[in-house]
C-alpha cells in the first residue's frame, strides 16, 4: 500500500509550481486580514464578498473561521494580531440575560463601529456553539506560545473564563456531562439531524474546559483565591467525566459492535446497565461492518436514547486526536480506519467533512429539504479542503508524541498526506481556492461555494507549514505541553484497548 501511495505522490508532485503556489497564496491570506481600532484583528471570510449593504456576511470575522488564521499567525510569530482578536471577542463576549458568556459567531467595523452577530442575523437564528468553545483553546495556544502570562491571567480574561463556564457548566435537565445544543449550532450550520450532543461540539468542550484550566492556573498563580480552586477542581472533574462518558459511547470498533448488537434492551430500576441509551440492534446500518474493517475505530457523530448518529464526521475525529481526547492505540485504529475508506474520505479533493451523506426521503424528512445540504454536496458529505490540516496535524502530532510506533502505519499515513497536499496544490488554485467541493468524489466546486475562501487558503499554509517549513511548530497544538516559555526567548486517562 506504502508503494502505491509513493508512486501516486510522484505523479501528481508539481515540483516546479509549489513556491509559486506558496507564495501566490500567502498573497492572498494578507489581502484577508483587516484592522479593527486601528489594528489588524484578523481574516474575512472569503476574498471575494458582497459589500456590507448586501445581506450576506463574507466580509465579517467570524470567529469559527479564523481557528486556522490565528494558529498561522502564531507559527510565524505575528502575536500582535492574535492578541487584538482575542481581546476583541472579549470584548464582545455577552452580558445580557439570555445568552450571558457567549462570545460572538462574527464581528464586523462599520464607521467606527463593532457591530457583532450571536446568531440572530444567521439563518435559522441559531447561536454558533462552537465559536464561544474554540476562544479558550486559541486563548491558552497564544499565551503558551507568546509567554504572554500577564494576558492570561488578567482580570478581563479570567473573567470572561469564567462567565463560559458559567454558561456550559449549570445544571440541566440531562444528567450526563455533555453539553446538548440544537441544530445549525457549528461549523454544520444548516440542518443536517445533527441536534442532542454531536461529537464536534463535545470534543470541542472537551478541549475547550482543559484550555480553561489551564488559564485558570495562571489566574491562581497570579491572584489565588478559594473560588478559584474550587472552580477548578469542579472543571477537572468534568473534563474526566466527559472524557469517560465519550470513550464509552462514542468510540466504535468491529468488536465494540459485536458487543452492542447483544445487549439487552428495555432495562429498567437501579441496577446498572449494560445498555443505557436503549438502543436496538436494528439501527446499526449495513455499511458499517466493513467501514469498520478488523483493526478500525472511530468516534460516532452522537448519541441520543435510541437513536445514536453512527455517520463519520471528520472533523470531530480530528479533534479528538489533537486534544487528546482519544488514547495512542485508538488514535492508530483511526487512522487505519481512513486508510481503509480513503476512498470515501479522501477521494480527489480531501477531505469529506461527513459520511455517508443523506440521500431520497431520509434527505428530505431530516434536512427540510434543504437545496444546500443536497446529497454529496456541502455538509451533507461535501469536501471541505479546509478539513486536511485537522486530519495532517493530528498525523504528525502522534508521530511526535510515539515516534516508534507502528512505523509501518505511520509511514502510511504520511505518505497519504503527502498526496492529499500535492492534490491540494495542484487543484485549489485553479479552482480559485473554492469553499466546498460536491459529488462522489468531490471533484466539482460546490454549487454555492465561495470562492478565495479563507480557511481553505490558509489551510493550505498551514500544512505546508508543519511539513516543509517548521515540522516543530505542530507541537502548539499540544495541549499536553502545558510549560509557558519566557517570553525574552521568543524570536487523567481511561484506559481502552486498541
Known amino acids: 500500500m506504502a508503494g502505491r501511495f509513493s508512486q501516486q505522490n510522484q505523479r501528481v508532485r508539481p515540483s516546479s509550481k509549489e513556491d509559486q503556489v506558496v507564495l501566490k497564496a500567502r498573497e492572498h491570506f494578507e489581502r484577508t486580514l483587516i484592522p479593527v481600532r486601528g489594528q489588524l484583528a484578523g481574516s474575512v471570510a472569503a476574498l471575494e464578498h458582497p459589500r456590507h449593504d448586501e445581506a450576506l456576511n463574507y466580509g465579517e470575522i467570524f470567529l469559527r473561521d479564523n481557528v486556522p488564521v490565528m494558529v498561522y499567525l502564531l507559527t510565524q510569530k505575528r502575536f500582535d494580531i492574535v492578541k487584538q482578536f482575542l481581546s476583541i471577542c472579549l470584548d464582545l463576549q455577552s452580558t445580557t440575560y439570555q445568552t450571558r458568556g457567549v462570545f460572538p459567531t462574527s464581528f464586523v467595523e462599520e464607521k467606527g463601529q463593532l457591530i457583532a452577530d450571536y446568531g440572530q442575523r444567521s439563518i435559522g437564528r441559531i447561536t454558533s456553539v462552537d465559536a464561544s468553545l474554540w476562544w ?28 463560559l463556564l458559567d454558561l456550559v457548566l449549570h445544571p440541566t435537565f440531562e444528567g450526563t456531562p455533555v453539553l446538548f445544543v440544537p441544530d445549525c449550532a457549528f461549523m454544520i450550520d444548516r440542518p443536517m439531524d445533527v441536534w442532542g450532543a454531536p461529537l464536534e461540539v463535545e470534543v470541542l468542550l472537551y478541549g475547550s474546559l482543559r484550555c480553561c484550566a489551564q488559564i485558570m492556573e495562571l489566574g491562581r498563580k497570579h491572584h489565588g483565591s478559594r473560588l478559584l480552586d474550587q472552580r477548578l477542581i469542579l472543571t477537572r472533574q468534568w473534563v474526566h467525566d466527559l472524557r469517560q462518558f465519550l470513550l464509552k459511547h462514542y468510540w466504535v470498533t468491529s468488536k465494540t459492535m459485536q458487543v452492542l448488537r447483544r445487549r439487552p434492551t428495555e432495562q429498567y430500576g437501579d441496577n446498572q446497565h449494560q445498555n443505557e441509551f436503549n438502543v436496538q440492534p436494528q439501527v446499526i446500518p449495513d455499511w458499517l461492518q466493513d467501514w469498520l474493517e478488523n483493526r478500525g475505530g472511530y468516534l460516532i457523530g452522537n448519541i441520543r436514547t435510541g437513536r445514536p448518529d453512527f455517520r463519520f464526521y471528520s472533523l470531530g475525529n480530528s479533534l479528538g486526536c489533537l486534544f487528546g481526547l482519544l488514547t495512542a492505540p485508538q488514535q492508530r485504529a483511526l487512522f487505519r480506519l481512513t486508510l481503509h475508506n480513503r476512498d470515501h474520505l479522501m477521494a480527489e479533493m ?75 496544490l495542484n487543484q ?18 460546490g454549487q454555492q461555494s465561495r470562492t478565495y475562501q479563507t480557511w481553505t487558503i490558509v489551510g493550505f499554509l498551514l500544512l505546508h507549514q508543519f511539513l516543509r517549513v517548521n515540522p516543530d511548530d505542530v507541537l502548539l497544538l499540544d495541549l499536553d505541553e502545558g510549560a509557558v516559555p519566557d517570553p525574552d526567548s521568543i524570536d487523567s486517562p481511561v484506559r481502552h484497548n486498541d
Open 136 to 163: 479558550p483553546v486559541l486563548c491558552w495556544m497564544y499565551v503558551k506560545s507568546s509567554g504572554d502570562e500577564e494576558f492570561g491571567s488578567s482580570q478581563a480574561v479570567q473573567r470572561g473564563v469564567q462567565l
Open 350 to 424: 480531501p477531505m469529506r467533512i461527513c459520511h455517508p451523506p443523506m440521500e431520497s426521503l431520509e434527505w428530505q424528512n431530516k434536512t427540510g429539504s434543504d437545496p444546500k445540504n443536497w446529497p454529496w454536496s456541502y455538509h451533507n458529505g461535501g469536501h471541505w479542503p479546509s478539513l486536511l490540516w485537522f486530519f495532517g496535524s493530528s498525523i504528525l502530532l502522534h508521530e511526535r508524541r510515539h515516534p516508534h510506533a507502528d512505523v509501518l502505519l505511520m509511514g502510511q499515513m504520511k505518505a497519504l498526506l503527502e498526496e492529499c497536499y500535492w492534490s491540494h
Open 428 to 445: 485549489l488554485p485553479r479552482q480559485q481556492w473554492a469553499e466546498y467541493f460536491d459529488g462522489p468524489t468531490g471533484t466539482w466546486v
